[in-house]
DNA sequence: TTTTGCTTGTTAATTAATTCACAGCTATAA
DNA sequence: TTATAGCTGTGAATTAATTAACAAGCAAAA
């Protein structure tokens, strides 16, 4: 189960949260073209996907909801759920911070960080802020193991140095900035500007 | 140039910010290793990616930074800029404005929408945000084609509607949920959410 | 009971993306 | 001038991701 392919994984939390909406319906069992459809893909990468994680539907029936989705949190989530540190309480740090409060989930933001003093020593959605320097010593107080860089770029970097000394063993990264981070820690980065000025791109070439 | 792989195409934007960078320096001309190094990725990507856009770099040289930006710009940029809403004032909605505003581009957000009366008749970062009700008529008046979707997840399929109707050519989805276009729309989604559970994922996969 | 139609699971084929490997060139050093 | 070292550009090979194709099974209809 460690070594299914990154894309796999993106469609398994797709899936997930599909699927919950399903239940929320009343439906119990589902085909792999009716996920399929919700997704905008084929049935054939469902089952495929599936396959992977060695889940099998009933055939004539479909899946069962309930327990594909509890078989997808097995794979994702651990028993205990995964601590969470927020670093930059601009607008994006905060779309974080409120989404999770919001869905409660295994993932859960347990510090903020920032160096604006009209931030620090505050709570936003019940996630104190902390000033930067403090951050070693509250992720390792906190067990913190997964880190969202939200700062300015310029910035990025060192934080993320310290994440990385501080023991984080996951990033991601929402500045433009790309990093680099040790073999034993993962790196995901995402920049919003870049996907815009994709859009651009192929809105430009498509007329 | 019209078919460049998307990956290639991300990979280009992500390139003309780097070499922005470097022209800030001072630097006039750069190799392909060097890109590579500051985004890390491979060498033979950035020479290979800068063939099929038909440059050429100066052998032992490497590429001339101002001409190669320039270029990309052509590839990109639409001569006038292109002009964007954001649909959804929320912290994301804030986040593309605020950024797109700091950053003069040619990409522009020239209206914003909401529903919420405090937000309504307001101006963020020179935005002017207007009720939902008028994204027809504004999108059209103001000849906006690019559309950011960064709303609650439960009326983006609505939103989405609306602004194919009103003849917007490429869409930005920030929601988790979903959506389908017609094929003369490009559709680019990206979810916040999908991105944390995969690196939670690795997390729990690696020790 | 037999047939029909529909769905799963999977192997094989295809397509897309990346990397290898190296020919060809040129500035610099010898 | 003649090596030498280093970088570009690109076909060929490799790897990753997706899609096609279909055997196998089962429920419902005939």
Same mark, same amino acid.
């Given at each position: 189960?460690?070594?299914?392919?990154?894309?796999?994984?993106?469609?398994?939390?797709?899936?997930?949260?599909?699927?919950?909406?399903q239940?929320?319906?009343? %439906?119990?069992?589902?085909?792999?073209?009716?996920?399929?459809?919700?997704?905008?893909?084929?049935?054939?990468?469902?089952?495929?996907?599936?396959?992977?994680?060695?889940?099998?539907?009933?055939?004539?029936?479909?899946?069962?909801?309930?327990?594909?989705?509890?078989?997808?949190?097995?794979?994702i989530?651990?028993?205990?759920?995964?601590?969470?540190?927020?670093?930059?309480?601009?607008?994006?740090?905060?779309? /974080?911070?409120?989404?999770?409060?919001?869905?409660?989930?295994?993932?859960?933001?347990?510090?903020?960080?920032?160096?604006?003093?009209? %931030?620090?020593?505050?709570?936003?959605?019940?996630?104190?802020?902390?000033?930067?320097?403090?951050?070693k010593?509250?992720?390792?107080?906190?067990?913190?193991?997964?880190?969202?860089?939200?700062?300015?770029?310029?910035?990025?970097?060192?934080?993320?140095?310290n994440?990385?000394?501080?023991?984080?063993?996951?990033?991601?990264?929402?500045?433009?900035?790309?990093?680099?981070?040790?073999?034993?820690?993962?790196?995901?980065?995402?920049?919003?500007?870049?996907?815009?000025?994709?859009?651009? /791109? /192929?809105?430009?070439?498509?007329?």
């Open positions: 189960m460690k070594n299914l392919p990154d894309k796999t994984v993106e469609r398994l939390c797709q899936y997930r949260r599909s699927l919950n909406n239940l929320a319906t009343g %439906k119990t069992h589902i085909f792999s073209h009716e996920i399929a459809n919700l997704l905008h893909i084929t049935s054939v990468q469902v089952r495929r996907d599936i396959m992977l994680i060695g889940h099998s539907g009933t055939l004539r029936k479909g899946y069962d909801i309930k327990e594909m989705v509890k078989l997808i949190g097995k794979i989530d651990t028993k205990e759920g995964q601590r969470i540190a927020v670093i930059g309480m601009g607008n994006i740090g905060k779309a /974080f911070i409120h989404y999770l409060y919001e869905k409660r989930s295994k993932l859960k933001v347990v510090a903020s960080f920032d160096v604006n003093p009209d %931030k620090i020593d505050k709570t936003y959605a019940d996630v104190y802020c902390y000033h930067f320097g403090r951050l010593e509250i992720i390792q107080k906190e067990d913190i193991k997964i880190g969202i860089i939200t700062t300015p770029p310029m910035v990025a970097p060192e934080v993320c140095e994440l990385v000394t501080a023991g984080i063993k996951g990033i991601l990264n929402f500045t433009p900035k790309p990093l680099s981070v040790p073999d034993d820690v993962y790196l995901e980065e995402y920049d919003m500007i870049t996907s815009l000025e994709k859009v651009a /791109f /192929f809105v430009k070439h498509n007329e």
